[in-house]
């Protein structure tokens, strides 16, 4: 295991990217992770050595193919819901090409539900801090079931001044007919990390007041899982949903990581082959979860480079990172906040300075400078070597919410260190002193 603090320059080359590219400052870690070389020496050998279509021939690269399949989905899973052997009797990994379509799946699982359950009235409740990935897809199955006649609901829960998600207000917008709550682990535009210990309890609490079961309980850790710990199986969620590219591993794969008795109520969303046990003219069965949920040929290859990633990350360990990040989450803060009045900055959401520590923060900050447009910032930035986010950051609700139609972020990694964040605010001085003159 590395000590990070000991070795930031070891870990930063592990990242060709920075060899490549010596003069980038990269601080756009929060939209894709740059990968490190062992993830693309994963994903490189088995184009070049190990290709084959997973559960598809008793030849040796085929059900090699299969069983290193198997092996990453076990290593992700753990890597989600809690590093323990046993935790694999009761959760399991659906592999997808990213969080964006792992929400889509489950919001449709969802929609099984409402027709077999026929259900008459139901809502859904979200917050006003989810990506449009977390959002859309619910709004959609609200859609098509009002135009069923059936009584459908969203339902948002508030964000504090600090940008984190007013738990408290499940008391008030859960009820008898809530059929699924989904939130984020932690914000893509404030940084703010959600509570989910508080969360369940409050769940549990108004659920046992109701008289009713638990909702159906989505998590969206797209954001936290490179930076803070999951662990699904201690909290109530049934669904986590994630990337491998903002885990330092390959574009073009992802994951639902859920509990398997949960899985098994739901049929096949996309069908294809790969799923079948049996094919008639009158219909088909399918396998168990979650090959029933993987129709088609897999990514192999970016499977591979995520298990990679998996095991760079778990080689690092999560507190050296949260030891790191939150240093740099710190100065970061600091830095805006002491130029905010010359500037003329303001923040998407506040970092709370009398906090002794910052655990609910990862290092990643949104703003807006007055008079000057992101995306003229960004461009004045980039002359500079330096990469951030500008826009709304795909939550548009969340800048609404604060009044700022759009941002500039900065979002760090673990290859950043204060030098990176220096060159930032250097080059942001720079920058507002262009356009103040121009």
């Not at 609200?142 to 508030?158: D, F, N, P």
């Not at 609910?360 to 070597?385: M, R």
Request: hydrophobic share 35%.
């Amino acid at each position: 295991m590395y000590n990070i603090n000991v070795q930031k320059d070891m870990i930063r080359g592990e990242f060709p990217m920075f060899k490549n590219q010596p003069d980038l400052t990269y601080l756009d870690t929060a939209a894709t992770a740059q990968k490190p070389q062992v993830v693309i020496d994963a994903t490189n050998k088995f184009y070049s050595s190990q290709t084959a279509s997973s559960g598809r021939g008793s030849y040796t690269l085929a059900v090699e193919a299969s069983l290193l399949l198997e092996d990453v989905r076990g290593k992700v899973t753990k890597f989600i819901c809690g590093n323990d052997n046993e935790i694999l009797r009761d959760y399991t990994t659906v592999f997808t090409s990213g969080a964006t379509e792992s929400l889509n799946l489950v919001a449709r699982m969802l929609q099984q539900l409402v027709y077999s359950r026929k259900t008459k009235k139901f809502n859904i409740i979200l917050s006003l801090a989810e990506h449009h990935s977390n959002i859309i897809p619910f709004q959609q199955i609200v859609q098509t079931a009002k135009s069923m006649g059936i009584e459908a609901e969203l339902k948002y829960l508030g964000l504090n001044q600090d940008g984190a998600i007013k738990l408290e207000q499940i008391s008030e917008l859960l009820d008898s007919d809530t059929l699924a709550i989904s939130i984020t682990h932690s914000s893509n535009v404030t940084g703010k990390i959600t509570d989910l210990s508080t969360f369940g309890k409050l769940v549990t609490s108004k659920c046992s007041n109701l008289g009713r079961d638990l909702p159906l309980t989505v998590l969206d850790c797209c954001q936290s899982a490179p930076h803070i710990p999951v662990n699904l199986s201690q909290t109530i969620f049934d669904f986590a949903c994630y990337s491998a590219h903002k885990i330092y591993g390959p574009n073009g794969v992802g994951g639902i990581s859920a509990k398997i008795d949960v899985l098994r109520q739901f049929e096949p969303v996309f069908t294809g082959g790969g799923i079948v046990e049996l094919v008639e003219e009158s219909g088909s069965s399918f396998q168990p979860a979650p090959s029933r949920f993987e129709p088609g040929t897999p990514n192999m290859a970016g499977i591979a480079g995520f298990g990679a990633a998996v095991d760079f990350v778990n080689k690092i360990g999560y507190q050296n990172i949260i030891s790191h990040e939150q240093e740099l989450s710190k100065y970061l803060w600091q830095g805006l906040n002491d130029r905010k009045e010359n500037f003329g900055i303001q923040t998407v959401g506040l970092f709370n300075q009398s906090e002794n520590n910052n655990s609910n923060q990862l290092a990643l900050a949104s703003f807006s400078i007055q008079g000057i447009h992101p995306h003229d910032l960004g461009q004045v930035l980039d002359v500079k070597k330096v990469a951030v986010r500008v826009g709304h950051h795909c939550a548009q609700l969340v800048h609404r919410n604060f009044g700022i139609p759009s941002s500039t972020r900065v979002s760090c990694g673990i290859y950043t260190d204060f030098s990176d964040l220096d060159k930032f605010f250097e080059a942001l001085e720079d920058a507002v002193k262009f356009f103040r003159k121009s």
